[in-house]
């Protein structure tokens, strides 16, 4: 089965202008089996695919339900929990990544980190938590070893250190644009009907591929060295957002580990 294992629909990523009706189109054209969601910190656009279009119609399309997550200390992850999991605490953002391994390993989920050589504080491996101690890489559950908004050393990077540490590399177009969707693929030899199957298949050692290629239209391609500057305001954005969020993720925190 073919996937787009990174997604960001309308309705869930304010940055996104792809609908998820749109999405699911333009991947079935491509012959695509399905996709996973993975909105920041928001599973508005699974709600909306849950309650406006699963079982009505596009019934040979599987839509998974993810999340790419802001730590506080890390960079973002893509995290998977288990079907019947309804908490809203991957909706509060700024959890440490030790916190975050805790909670959806101990919930039965898997994780692993979103262009993992990308911008600097996005990125795990752009960031001074993995400096400090590089085992932390032992704790995920995949690797994302291809994205199509991060350039081809980047995305090597990603593919040589999950060769290291042996572990499965998911491909996702992380498209906000609908020029960019279905420029990754991940080919899972399985039959993957939900977020259950996909779980246990990677925590079985099943294998994936992947490939891709690079869509230069990203803010980055279009802002050169100036982008910069736009890192390190979603840096203090992210910062800020993690703050203001504290006693609903520490409520949300207690509920989840009891």
């Not at 910190?41 to 596009?58: L, Q």
Request: hydrophobic letters at 30%; charged letters at 30%; one cysteine or more.
């Amino acid at each position: 089965m073919k996937f787009d294992m990174h997604c960001h629909t309308h309705e869930g990523s304010s940055d996104s202008k792809v609908s998820v009706e749109e999405y699911i189109k333009l991947l079935r054209d491509q012959g695509f089996n399905g996709m996973l969601m993975t909105d920041h910190n928001s599973y508005n656009g699974y709600r909306y695919w849950k309650e406006n279009i699963c079982g009505k119609k596009y019934q040979d399309f599987v839509v998974l339900k993810g999340i790419e997550y802001d730590t506080f200390n890390a960079g973002h992850f893509i995290v998977i929990l288990p079907s019947n999991d309804e908490s809203i605490l991957m909706e509060k953002r700024g959890l440490t990544i030790e916190k975050l391994v805790e909670v959806v390993h101990s919930h039965g989920g898997i994780l692993g980190p979103a262009h993992p050589y990308g911008e600097n504080f996005l990125s795990i491996y752009r960031t001074g938590r993995f400096k400090k101690d590089r085992s932390i890489t032992k704790e995920f559950d995949f690797i994302e070893g291809f994205n199509s908004c991060e350039d081809y050393v980047d995305n090597d990077k990603a593919a040589r250190i999950a060769g290291f540490y042996n572990k499965q590399m998911f491909a996702g177009s992380d498209s906000h644009r609908a020029s960019s969707v279905g420029t990754a693929i991940t080919t899972i030899d399985a039959d993957i009907r939900s977020e259950d199957d996909l779980i246990n298949y990677i925590k079985s050692g099943g294998k994936t591929s992947i490939e891709g290629k690079r869509w230069y239209g990203t803010i980055k391609d279009h802002l050169g060295k100036a982008n910069k500057l736009l890192v390190y305001g979603f840096f203090f954005y992210n910062k800020a957002g993690a703050f203001a969020r504290t006693i609903g993720r520490k409520r949300e925190y207690k509920k989840y580990i009891n």
